[in-house]
């Protein structure tokens, strides 16, 4: 991938590419339709600041180790842990040919890193390889690029599981993960990965911190990471256990970088190995963000009071059984994960200790998206949390081909679609029944609604042509 000029500002990269219509919203319109932040337009990096881990660190009840794991050696130099790891990272190399939002169409590439032998599973970041229609390859060190299957990509974190053949990962030693707690500030720390396109490269710094004030909560390093690191290890110079994934940067500062726990990546990783489900649940509730680092997990709104009847203002404390304290939306998943069908939370309502019990549907599958190229524009569903607020139609714009009709009519990526030809579409279901009743027309109208209406409107109403040609319905999971 072409490397990106350097910025002099400061900017949050964050771990996949967001919507037009979250771009939208940043800038102040609407902005509970969606999160914040620009991206990188190729293996984005790690993000995220903030304060200090130790014993309020969530723990999480999994092997100490992958299957097959490599001691870790406690008195190993740095440069023998780089050697290690030269053996267990990979490259990554990812064509997106058709993207759904959060990603784009191009080549990528990125990092990670072996943490199943047996069954030649691949960790990295899903900002990597993408969640939509898309080629994956890996590379070990000296070896060919071989094709890999996307085994799970995660919708609230940003990781991923990949499989290759595993008669190429029996002879290879697994890297231990620490599964229990995350490291202390001032922990040392190298990271292993590709910055720029410089294969298989080390640095190193700290533990600086933990913050969750962003998408997801992640450890802070002054490790230096870059465009190429995504998905690669964050690992202990102490113990030589990998303690988090290289996820996010904050491009025009300096030794602020940011990885995912493998805290989180272990208790997804436990769940595939028991051939269970880990789909986080899908989030019925909108959370008060974090910015004073108060950590505390505070209910704003919730849309699903009959699934899991917390009120606004209810603070949420643990989930019984499972975990005494919680401070955020990040630690609540990572504790619901495989406990979906029913859980009981511990909550502070009005100052008063509650038990609030639930149950929750798991997230859409992101391998499992769908959608309808029609004029080449792609159609799919989108779920906001907080769309009963607006009435946003679930079915929006994903992608638009360059040079195609759906571009000569000015259609763009986010808007939402109204209608077509008069005809009020809801779901991808009903917009493919219309298209399939319209088969025989050359051009359809269709109403969009677009963000940012302006005369004191969150919205404006456009009606674009969309021309009938190339109607192709795209399924992932009939692909990967």
């Not at 029996?170 to 231990?176: D, E, F, K, L």
């Not at 609604?449 to 795209?474: D, I, K």
Request: hydrophobic residues 40%; proline residues 8%; positive net charge.
């Amino acid at each position: 991938m072409r490397p990106l000029a350097p910025r002099t500002d400061t900017e949050v990269v964050p771990s996949r590419r967001m919507s037009a219509l979250e771009r939208v919203c940043r800038a102040g319109l609407l902005a509970a339709l969606a999160g914040a932040i620009v991206a990188l337009p190729a293996p984005a990096l790690g993000q995220r600041t903030a304060a200090a881990v130790a014993s309020t660190a969530p723990r999480a009840s999994v092997e100490p180790a992958p299957r097959g794991a490599a001691p870790a050696a406690i008195a190993e130099s740095p440069e023998a842990l780089f050697r290690r790891a030269l053996q267990y990272t990979v490259q990554v190399r990812t064509t997106v040919t058709l993207p759904f939002e959060g990603d784009r169409k191009g080549a990528q590439r990125g990092a990670g890193f072996l943490v199943d032998a047996a069954r030649g599973w691949i960790m990295t970041n899903s900002h990597v390889v993408s969640g939509s229609q898309a080629r994956v390859e890996v590379a070990f060190a000296d070896n060919e690029f071989i094709e890999a299957q996307r085994v799970y990509v995660d919708p609230f974190l940003d990781l991923a599981v990949l499989a290759i053949d595993p008669e190429r990962t029996r002879a290879i030693p697994v890297p231990a993960l620490e599964c229990d707690r995350m490291p202390p500030v001032g922990h040392a720390v190298g990271a292993f990965g590709h910055p720029w396109g410089l294969r298989y490269t080390g640095t190193r710094g700290i533990i600086s911190g933990v913050t969750a004030r962003f998408e997801f909560e992640v450890l802070q390093t002054d490790a230096p990471i870059n465009q190429g690191n995504s998905g690669g290890p964050l690992i202990s110079l102490e113990n030589g256990r990998i303690v988090a994934i290289n996820t996010l940067t904050f491009r025009g500062a300096q030794n602020t970088n940011f990885a995912i726990s493998t805290v989180y990546a272990c208790g997804i990783l436990r769940l595939l190995q028991e051939g269970r489900d880990p789909s986080p649940p899908e989030l019925t509730w909108v959370s008060f963000r974090d910015v004073d680092e108060r950590r505390l997990l505070r209910i704003a709104r919730n849309f699903a009071r009959d699934a899991l009847p917390l009120e606004p203002g209810d603070i949420v404390r643990g989930v019984v059984g499972v975990i005494d304290r919680i401070d955020n939306d990040t630690q609540l998943v990572h504790a619901l994960r495989g406990r979906l069908d029913g859980f009981t939370l511990q909550v502070l309502r009005a100052g008063q200790p509650v038990q609030v019990r639930g149950r929750l549907p798991a997230a859409p599958r992101v391998m499992e998206r769908r959608g309808i190229l029609v004029g080449g524009v792609l159609i799919a569903e989108s779920r906001y949390r907080d769309s009963p607020d607006v009435g946003a139609p679930a079915l929006v714009v994903h992608h638009v081909e360059p040079g195609s009709p759906g571009q000569s009519a000015e259609f763009s990526p986010g808007d939402l679609v109204e209608s077509v030809a008069g005809r009020p579409v809801r779901t991808l279901d009903e917009l493919s029944a219309v298209l399939g009743e319209l088969g025989g027309r050359r051009v359809v109208p269709v109403v969009l609604r677009r963000l940012g209406g302006g005369q004191r409107a969150y919205f404006s109403f456009l009606e674009r042509p969309m021309a009938m040609v190339g109607v192709e319905r795209v399924d992932l999971s009939r692909r990967d």
